[in-house]
């Protein structure tokens, strides 16, 4: 506030512009203004404190500065926007030589145009400094001597290459001409509504629905920076949005206009974007309830008047919440100044509030009968203007809109139904007739209709409200008198009262909506949208259009700071000297308005008294302001008015009603009736203290720019000028305390037609909405700012050889502008821009345009030099041609005579004849040839004839005996088969009855153990009685003597036992020689065999028989030995007997054995002797087992050795061309190499057998001995302790060896080994065979441990073949173990002495034979799993080798069924393994695609199999779930996505195919429809997995979409994959890029790898292939809709070298389909939208054939995009015209005829239908192995 000195000094003289000291990097004059410096230095103290020390704050204005009303120009010259009748500042020149350049011949210029305001106008002759006139032509060719001011020159025009940019301040000549043609360009031709002018945005309404603000083009917004995109309302929203979240600041939107100029639209739209781009993951639906606040005060508060069908009569500032996660959690909002006149008075043409005419639409319906409404044209209120109706508008809809909107904010019925009373009342109240009483009485009356139904409705009584409407109560101190009011006074108090309740009610309505509003969370920042009215002029302007430029001038000052302010900011952050700018402070104004003794002031205190009227007030404002404040003037020919000069225009306000609408009265009685109402609502209006629901915070503290005097008494009230002041002041300290965004809407002509440009109208809004304030601030300093990059990119044209030749972009820059711009004060280098003044850019095009001209002559010179010498050099050879012909045919005129043609004819004649005999000659010649061949042609055809019908005749006679053969040989084939499955059946029960021998056995021998350990407990009472051995002293000498003879005896024994061990090794040496011989008689007989093979066929019947036989001889054996096991069996129980007789026995003999024991005990020392040479026997025993082991390898060496030798030696071909392939695929499908196989295997089980039984016997035997030994077991445990450790030892070697087994059966690599064993499969099967013959022949004469051995070996030796050399080493200690297990029987089957002093020796020993046989016993075991493994590894490998050749063997006597054992209690930890916890990075390689789905159907199969319901359906359940879990938790994770989109989808194709419906079991194979669910029917679990795999493959694609969106933009538009062809053009205050370099940014490389990780990524995973094609398709959609759809917001990228640009990226991306084979995916089809759009940007654009040919192609764009890019289409040089306004008109005129959508923007969230292809697995479940990886140890394989 300045003080009271300073304000009379500004009374005194003239307002003169403020301007703020200017200080620049370079030494100068400083310049000043007295008036303005204490405002400027005021607000900005650092800068006055940095003048007052440098010295430079002086007075006055220097030289060289003319002085006019309130404006600068910049430096170069060019005019400044002014208001009317105002020339300008205009500052110095540079200097006159650059004014020179500029006003050249060619360049144009504005001059100014009393109907379009500025017209142009081309320089026809340079300008010479010193010049009066200027020579000038118009744009209609007229030509004319413009006379000018040499300093004044006319404004510049801008090179059209900057006309139609997206920001203002991007023109290189920055005035008022300039702006207004570049919003025509933009607005009249290109359709584009929005236009940047530095931080503002200028909307212009259009009049017309478009197409862009859908939410596809909020989304396309959201998260973009803002000088990426076209401009727009959103691109505004979206970057306060963006800065809230960022910065934690908060933000205002301001949006200000004209009535009619679209501001509530604006602010709509904004509130609309924060409500999309914030959606609250709440229920409570917040951002809808902002929105639907809008309806509702646009319907109360909104109305139509003569400039604007839906104006808004109040100002709004809403306040939207939110909170830390930035998303909408309420809102607030404060109004501003309701129009309450409108209530009771409307002009022409004008409407009162929506609200009144949607009731009176509504009137008939149920609901509102009780209000007794009729039409709006009953009313007084609403059928004042004449205008009840607006044309598009249906009240009765717009109603039932408003009800709905009252619902969703949480207003009941009731609420709204007292609403709508309330304005019924007003309505009637309206309609009351007041009749005049003579002159100074008027009357109501009581029966008035209208008057009944208000009062009926408000609650009140009727008499009072008639009679207090027309008298007044007057309260003195001596006296209350009641004085009656004339029939005016009536219906003002009236109106009055009608205006009051409104606006109470308009405060309540508001009120509520803030309530429904309101948020319990904490508010974390805001973002406010001002929509307030603009600057208004009328032919009469009243109270209300006073407030609103009064408004207008605060809001005006808050954008100037602000715009100074932000100036300041690049300088200093490109480390810029700065400058401070001269701009205009409407301080003054404000002043004049809001200070002490001020208009509102002494407005306010006209107001306090009795008798104050408008006059006596207008007379106080001339008496204090006319001739004292150049602000205020009074004008000529009126005295009831007053003039007040905005920063906008001159007002004229009338005085009229200014008392009365600042005092807003209402009489005392009839406020008192209304507060005694029986309606609660009304009484509530009119409460004498009411608690006032704030709608400002309580954080702002407000100080008026006046002491506010405060009331004494209830008689005084606050004024609405006081009111509307104190609300202002609160918004401008809000809005100071926030980051502002400014929307300046603009009326482009007030018809209301759609885009027409009036130019003199929209002038006169951009100098009043203050955006040439912001142009003028920008073209003061440097206006003009490139990058390093976009200058180098434009003007590269311009570098020398030396200076292309630096890598250092920003030092040629540098050095560049040095060189081509001489004053260095014209540009400054910033860290990452240049800046330019006004006028430079434009200077710089010239020079680019002149070397681009330059060069375009020398092309042409020589391109036209070619054609010529190419057409000199054509006409040459046509004349040398003519000259020839001419030639010739002279010189044969003149050799041609009548001898010469007789001559000539008769030749003709003699060559005619000669020829024709030639010809007959030669004719005849040929056919004679000709018939010759034909008979001996046709006579060898005739005999092939013959000779192939003799063959099939042949043929089928051969073919009939060998038909006969196959039926017979098959026969006889299928009874073998089915005599084997007998014999096998047979085989397998004597086998389950020796198990069941062997368990018995094993039980009996469980109870000689329990016998033994009550024979220790008898031992423990034997040591009880060692007292009693006193008495046996006398028998001590004879049992010395038996123990030397027992001593003796034993050292015989151990004499005996290394004798029988040396004789055991001969034996072993003489089993090897015996092996070996053997060995190389087998190899003998194998060569023999395979000879014999080829040679005699026909003996394979016989061989048969012989096989048949020997298996009658086996069964035989079988019988006998289970005869045998039965006698052994019966032997053991009498053994029992005998053991039990003994056992009573030893009890009567123990008596005699208490000496005995004494005397034992000190034998026992000889015990550590028989553990030595136990040792040495062991030792001697491995060694033996080593040299086996070594001779066996050199077995298989030489075996190998040989067998490659005759597979040298052996010819296939050779074979195969003697057997038919017939033959040879029956001799397959009979089985007989299997049956001789399955042979072999068989005679083996019955030696195992033989051996076993052996092995029983000597088990019952070492049973009976350790019967009798038990009771020296005490003295045996630290041998028991050693044999224990071994056994530990040999219990881990077990185990290791089980691992390794386990290990090697998923080594083998089955699919190589496949291709080695086709090519050895025969030579196997005859080895086979000739194994058989061999092993028959010679079974009865081997000992049976040879024959075990020999069997074990071969066995053996045919696993190493199939299996890769399989670990032999735990058969070959077999043998060794079962040899030294006969060599210790033999020992104990050798007569045992009777005495009984030998006796209890030989029991030691016993027990310890049987410890080790025990541990023998366990190895055994141990061997014969392993054996069983082996062979269940030759199965397997069998049937892969018979899948490969596609031959089908009978099957072996085991098969996997293709399903996994589980328990029931083991299905979480199957979930858990199988699909919660398994990482697919892990497991997809090496593995079938769909493993852990596979697994999960084996599972699925043994349910089924098993027949339980409800372990299937616990089972399907848990793994559909598990799959759900495991998708949500990793929402976000592509690869896992992948993995269990594949594995849900190959789980639902399993179930299809093993359904048993017969359409899935086309493609499977006989074994895989054995395989088919046999008892559940699963359709239903397939249902729901489908559902689960569209879930799963939308959240894919989601995660897909979200990787690469962000890449797609950078890469397909902006990226330059052709270098070099692309220029970059300026783009203003909205840069985009700030950088040097930017390294980081995407490029097409960038979203080519991110599709082939997509690609790679489902290839992986197993993903169908329709699948993937379906995703590639989805994806480039994405990519063409998502480039498409920026293209279309971005008229800086539609160019033609941007259309080849897109044409080069959609090649790749074609290049990309071609490299993955996904030709076929129509995904390239996706594209054709975006690449007619590149087609579109690159055709010609001129003629009729271009249109029609544009119509003709585009057929994949909508018209609205085709127009939308014909319109944005933006040359990139001089060289390339605009499209015209003409041409885009025949384009629409063909388009009409489409039906297209009129949509905008595709919508890039479109899913297309997604479709799971049946395809049937391959694989075969019985194959599938289970990796140790997965940990699902605990499935068993059935």
């Known amino acids: 506030m300045l003080d009271e000195p300073k304000r009379e000094e500004g009374r005194s003289a003239p307002a003169r512009p403020r301007p703020i000291a200017a200080r620049t990097g370079r030494a100068g004059p400083v310049r000043t203004n007295p008036r303005r410096r204490g405002r400027a230095f005021r607000d900005f103290p650092l800068l006055a404190a940095s003048l007052r020390d440098s010295g430079e704050l002086c007075r006055g204005a220097p030289a060289g500065w003319h002085r006019g009303d309130r404006r600068c120009a910049p430096a170069d010259g060019a005019p400044l926007p002014g208001p009317p009748g105002h020339r300008g500042l205009r500052a110095r020149t540079a200097s006159p030589m650059a004014v020179a350049e500029l006003y050249t011949q060619y360049n144009r210029v504005w001059i100014p145009d009393p109907e379009e305001v500025w017209t142009s106008a081309e320089i026809t002759k340079d300008y010479r400094v010193g010049d009066r006139v200027l020579g000038l032509r118009l744009e209609d060719g007229t030509e004319l001597d413009y006379p000018i001011d040499p300093e004044s020159l006319p404004p510049l025009r801008n090179p059209d290459i900057l006309v139609g940019e997206n920001d203002l301040t991007a023109l290189s000549y920055l005035h008022e001409p300039a702006v207004l043609h570049n919003l025509r360009i933009r607005f009249a031709e290109s359709k584009l509504i929005y236009t940047y002018s530095g931080i503002i945005l200028v909307a212009m309404n259009p009049y017309k629905q478009l197409p862009i603000y859908g939410d596809a083009i909020i989304h396309a917004y959201s998260g973009q920076n803002m000088g990426d995109m076209d401009p727009h309302i959103f691109a505004v929203a979206e970057e306060a949005y963006k800065q809230m979240a960022r910065n934690h600041k908060n933000q205002s939107i301001i949006v200000s206009g004209e009535s009619g100029a679209g501001k509530t639209v604006s602010a709509r739209y904004a509130m609309r974007y924060f409500a999309t781009v914030s959606k609250s993951s709440s229920k409570a639906h917040v951002e809808d309830k902002v929105l639907a606040s809008n309806p509702i005060t646009e319907a109360v508060g909104n109305a139509k008047t003569t400039r604007n069908d839906n104006s808004s009569r109040f100002g709004k500032y809403t306040e939207i919440s939110f909170d830390e996660r930035n998303q909408i959690i309420g809102a607030n909002m404060r109004t501003y100044l309701l129009e309450k006149s409108r209530v009771v008075f409307q002009s022409e043409s004008e409407r009162n509030y929506h609200i009144f005419y949607q009731l009176c639409a509504s009137a008939q319906q149920p609901e509102f009968k009780h209000l007794k409404l009729g039409s709006a044209d009953e009313f007084n209120y609403t059928r004042m203007g004449g205008s009840t109706v607006i044309e598009g508008v249906n009240d009765q809809a717009d109603m039932a809109e408003t009800q709905k909107t009252f619902a969703l904010l949480g207003f009941k019925k009731d609420f709204q139904m007292d609403v709508f009373k309330v304005l019924a009342a007003i309505l009637h109240l309206g309609n009351v007739q007041i009749t005049a009483v003579g002159h100074e009485r008027s009357s109501i009356s009581e029966d008035d209709s209208h008057l009944k139904v208000s009062c009926d409705l408000l609650g009140v009584e009727t008499g009072k409200v008639a009679q207090w409407l027309c008298n007044r109560k007057i309260i003195t101190t001596s006296e209350t008198v009641v004085k009656p009011m004339t029939r005016s006074q009536a219906v003002n108090a009236r109106d009055a009262l009608a205006k009051k309740i409104y606006a109470h009610l308009f405060d309540f309505i508001v009120e509520k909506i803030n309530q429904a509003l309101q948020f319990s969370g904490k508010q974390r920042t805001f973002i406010g949208v001002l929509d307030i009215y603009g600057f208004e002029t009328f032919d009469v302007n009243s109270f209300e259009q006073f407030c609103i430029n009064y408004a207008n001038e605060k809001l005006q000052q808050q954008f100037n700071l602000h715009v100074f302010k932000l100036e300041q900011e690049e300088y200093m952050k490109e480390d810029i000297p700065w400058t401070l700018i001269d701009f205009y402070d409407n301080q003054p104004v404000i002043d004049l308005i809001e200070a002490k003794m001020g208009i509102l002031d002494l407005l306010d205190e006209e107001c306090l008294l009795p008798h104050g009227t408008d006059e006596n007030w207008l007379q106080k404002l001339y008496n204090h302001f006319v001739n004292k404040n150049a602000l205020f003037e009074k004008p000529r020919m009126s005295n009831t008015s007053f003039i007040i000069q905005h920063f906008a225009d001159k007002v004229e306000y009338r005085c009229e009603g200014f008392l009365e609408k600042n005092r807003d009265t209402v009489y005392d009685m009839l406020v008192e009736i209304l507060r005694a109402s029986k309606f609660d609502l009304c009484a509530h209006f009119f409460q004498e203290n009411p608690v006032p629901s704030s709608p400002f915070g309580s954080m702002i503290t407000v100080k008026s720019a006046k002491q506010v005097v405060k009331p004494n008494n209830k008689h005084f009230r606050t004024t609405v000028g006081n009111k509307f002041c104190s609300s202002l002041y609160l918004l401008m300290e809000t809005l100071n305390a926030t980051t502002p965004h400014y929307v300046r809407c603009i009326k482009p002509n007030d018809e209301k037609l759609p885009f027409e440009f009036d130019s003199q109208r929209i002038v006169q809004q951009l100098r009043a909405c203050g955006v040439l304030e912001t142009i003028r601030i920008s073209a003061q300093s440097y206006p003009s700012r490139w990058t390093y990059i976009e200058f180098y990119s434009r003007y590269g044209i311009l570098l020398t050889k030396q200076e292309l030749a630096s890598s250092d972009k920003k030092e040629v820059c540098q050095a560049v502008l040095h060189r081509l711009i001489q004053d260095s004060n014209q540009y400054q280098f910033g860290k990452t821009k240049i800046f330019f003044r006004a006028g430079q850019v434009a200077y710089l095009e010239k020079l680019r345009l002149d070397k681009l001209r330059q060069g375009c002559i020398v092309i042409q010179k020589h391109i036209r030099g070619w054609l010529q010498r190419k057409k000199f050099l054509r006409e040459r050879r046509a004349a040398l041609t003519i000259q020839q012909y001419l030639r010739g045919q002279h010189t044969v005129r003149k050799a041609i005579t009548a001898a010469a043609l007789k001559e000539a004819w008769a030749a003709i004649i003699i060559q005619k004849h000669c020829r024709g005999y030639l010809v007959r000659n030669l004719y005849q010649l040929i056919r004679v040839a000709t018939i010759t061949i034909q008979a001996y042609t046709r006579g060898l055809l005739a005999r092939r004839q013959y000779r192939k019908m003799l063959q099939e005749h042949k043929a089928v006679i051969l073919q009939k005996y060998a038909r006969a053969w196959l039926a017979r040989r098959r026969f006889q084939s299928i009874r073998r088969f089915v005599l084997n499955i007998q014999l096998t059946y047979r085989v397998q029960r004597l086998q389950k009855k020796l198990e069941d021998q062997h368990r018995e056995s094993h039980g009996l021998v469980e109870k000689l153990t329990s016998l033994a350990t009550l024979r220790a407990s008898d031992v423990e009472k034997i040591q009880k009685l060692e007292s009693e051995l006193a008495r046996a002293a006398a028998h001590r000498h004879h049992y010395e003597e038996t123990g030397r003879r027992f001593k003796d005896t034993v050292e015989e024994k151990l004499a005996k036992l290394k004798k029988q061990n040396s004789e055991l090794e001969t034996q072993k040496e003489q089993i090897q020689l015996k092996l070996q011989e053997k060995t190389e008689e087998l190899k003998e007989k194998m060569d023999k065999l395979t000879r014999q093979l080829f040679d005699d066929v026909q003996k394979e019947e016989r061989q048969r028989v012989l096989l048949e036989k020997s298996f009658a001889v086996k069964a035989q054996a079988y019988e006998k030995q289970i005869g045998s096991l039965k006698g052994d069996i019966q032997a053991l129980k009498d053994e029992k007997v005998q053991l039990q007789q003994q056992l009573e026995e030893e009890r009567v003999a123990s008596g005699g054995l208490k000496g005995e024991v004494a005397r034992l005990s000190l034998q026992t020392k000889t015990i550590s002797e028989l553990e030595k040479e136990i040792e040495l026997l062991q030792t001697q025993k491995l060694d033996v087992e080593k040299r086996v082991q070594s001779q066996k390898r050199e077995m298989r060496e030489k075996m190998s050795e ?632 605990f499935l068993n394989r059935l």
């Open 1202 to 1833: 040989i067998t490659k030798q005759l597979l040298e030696s052996y010819d296939v071909e050779d074979v195969r061309s003697r057997l038919s392939l017939e033959d040879l695929e029956h001799l397959n499908e009979d089985g007989e190499l299997w049956f001789a196989y399955e042979g072999l295997k068989k005679a083996t089980r019955v030696l195992e057998s033989h051996f076993q039984a052996q092995k029983d016997c000597y088990e019952k035997e070492i049973d009976a001995l350790t019967v009798k030994v038990v009771h020296l077991s005490q003295e045996t445990n630290h041998l028991q302790k050693l044999f224990r450790e071994e056994n530990h030892i040999n219990e881990s070697i077990r185990h290791e060896v089980t691992r390794l087994t386990s290990e090697n059966m998923m080594i083998p690599d089955f699919k190589q080994q496949i291709s080695e064993l086709e090519e050895q499969r025969e030579e196997l099967e005859m080895r086979l065979n000739e194994q058989t013959e061999k092993m028959r022949g010679k079974l009865e004469e081997l000992s049976t441990p040879l024959n075990y051995s020999r069997e074990e070996d071969s066995t053996l030796r045919k696993g190493h073949e199939v299996q890769n050399e399989m670990d032999t080493g735990g058969k070959e200690e077999l043998i060794s173990k079962i040899q030294e297990m006969r060599a210790a029987g033999e020992h104990l089957t050798k007569p045992f002495e009777t005495e009984s002093e030998v006796r209890s020796g030989f029991l030691q020993e016993a027990s310890r034979l049987t410890l080790e046989n025990r541990d023998l016993e366990e190895e055994l075991d141990m061997k014969d799993r392993l054996i069983k493994k082996l062979q269940d590894q030759v199965k397997t490998l069998t049937k892969t080798i018979e899948k490969a050749n596609d031959v089908h063997l009978s099957s072996g006597p085991k098969e996997y069924l293709g399903m996994l054992e589980y328990k029931k209690e083991d299905e979480a930890k199957l979930i858990q393994n199988l699909i919660l916890d398994l990482k697919p990075r892990g497991v997809v390689v090496n593995m079938i695609p769909g493993l852990p789905a596979h697994i999960l159907f084996m599972c699925v199969r043994y349910a089924d199999s098993l027949n339980d319901a409800s372990r299937l359906k616990s089972l399907m359940n848990s793994a559909i779930n598990g799959i759900k879990q495991v998708v949500k938790e990793h929402l976000e994770d592509f690869e896992m996505l992948s993995f269990w989109l594949s594995n849900t989808c190959h789980f639902l194709n399993c179930l299809k195919q093993y359904s048993g419906e017969e359409e899935f079991m086309k493609h499977n194979s006989p074994h895989q429809n054995k395989n088919c669910l046999s008892n559940f029917d699963l359709s239903e679990y397939r249902q729901i997995l489908s559902d689960v795999a569209i879930r799963i493959y939308h959240q894919f694609i989601i995660v897909m979409e979200n990787n690469i969106q962000p890449i797609i933009v950078p890469g397909m538009l902006e990226y330059e994959s052709l270098q070099g062809i692309s220029g970059l053009k300026p783009t203003g205050f909205r840069k985009r890029s700030s950088s040097i370099d930017d390294t980081d940014a995407y490029t097409m490389t960038s979203v080519l790898q991110q599709l082939s990780y997509f690609y790679s990524t489902m290839c992986q995973n197993g993903l169908d292939p329709e699948l993937v094609r379906q995703a590639v398709k989805q994806l480039f959609f994405l990519i063409g809709a998502v480039t498409l759809n920026s293209l279309l917001l971005r008229k800086d990228m539609c160019s033609c070298r941007k259309g080849m640009q897109i044409r080069c990226n959609i090649s790749f991306l074609e290049e990309w389909l071609k490299d993955k084979s996904l030709q076929n995916s129509l995904a390239k089809e996706t594209l054709e939208p975006l690449s007619q759009a590149a087609w579109l940007l690159q055709v010609k654009k001129t003629t009729e054939s271009d249109a029609q040919e544009i119509y003709e192609q585009c057929t994949s764009l909508s018209a609205v995009q085709i127009i939308k890019i014909l319109n944005s289409y933006t040359p990139i040089d001089d060289f390339e015209k605009r499209v015209t306004p003409s041409f885009v008109r025949k384009v629409q005129a063909l388009l009409n005829s489409r039906e297209d959508s009129s949509q905008l923007m595709l919508d890039t969230k479109y899913l297309f239908q997604v479709m799971f292809p049946f395809t049937p697995s391959p694989h075969a479940l019985e194959m599938i192995q289970i990796p140790s990886s997965f940990k699902l140890g």
